[in-house]
């Protein structure tokens, strides 16, 4: 299935981000990925109206293995979650901005570099990523560990 939703469980656990981790809610930028479990995440974690800036990019959405990688056009995401409208880069965000199989071949040398470049040149000194595991996983500091669903872990860039 494309763009799979959060089942109750994880609406549940995302919703208990904050209590797991209360210093999160200090954070000065959110950056969530477009594909909809992220969306979620975000919006059940944070609200659907953040206190802090939040930022929607395709940058860290999941590296794509299977459909369920792939995103909902910028027009349904729209549909489905209306508050994205109102989030940085939702008017930056390609109608078809899912990678694909065949686009996403060599993301650990695109999008991950570039996820990375973006982020550290960022001025904010605290920002929460709400992404996907096996994308983190690539990241240097994680040294190939899957995080798990909800699951807090900081990284110093």
Do not use: Y
């Not at 656990?13 to 975000?42: F, I, K, N, Y």
């Not at 994205?84 to 990678?99: H, I, K």
Request: charged letters at 20%.
């Amino acid at each position: 299935k494309v763009d799979p939703r959060l089942t109750p469980l994880g609406l549940e656990q995302a919703a208990g981000v904050l209590t797991r981790a209360p210093q999160l809610a200090d954070a000065e930028l959110l950056v969530v990925s477009p594909l909809a479990r992220a969306v979620q995440t975000a919006a059940a974690a944070f609200g659907q109206r953040p206190a802090m800036r939040t930022i929607l990019t395709p940058l860290h959405s999941e590296r794509w293995s299977a459909n369920c990688d792939e995103g909902s056009p910028k027009s349904a995401l729209a549909e489905a979650f209306p508050f994205v409208r109102d989030w940085e880069g939702f008017d930056e965000l390609a109608e078809a901005w899912t990678p694909t199989k065949v686009t996403d071949v060599d993301w650990r040398t695109t999008r991950l570099p570039a996820f990375l470049a973006w982020l550290t040149a960022r001025p904010e000194m605290s920002v929460v990523v709400v992404g996907h595991g096996a994308f983190f996983a690539a990241l240097p500091q994680l040294e190939g560990r899957h995080l798990r669903n909800c699951e807090v872990f900081e990284i110093i860039l």
